[in-house]
């Protein structure tokens, strides 16, 4: 990966925030709000983004009637992070 083929979704910091926190394991909605700091709208916006690229995968199901969407980070995604953060090392050792 070269410097102009980062993807564009590496471009925001609640992207990279919701990717980097889902390498250790899934994540809810609740969760990862709270890492990110981010509004449940604008939260929803870029885990849908996530999504739609294949980065994450979200499953949804209900514990007492209330709806609860668990995300996890698919292996493009991984691929995707580790690519970036190889990018990011090479970049350091110039």
Known sequence: MKINDIPNLFQSKIRLAIITSLIDGS???KQLKELTEATDGNL???LSKLEKEGY??????????KPKSTY?????GRKA?????ELLSSLLKR
């Open 81 to 85: 992070f580790e690519e970036y953060v």
């Open 56 to 65: 994450i995968l979200s499953e949804k199901h209900f514990i007492q009637r």
């Open 72 to 76: 996890t980070l698919t292996l493009t």
């Open 44 to 46: 929803s916006t870029h």
């Open 27 to 29: 994540k809810d909605f």
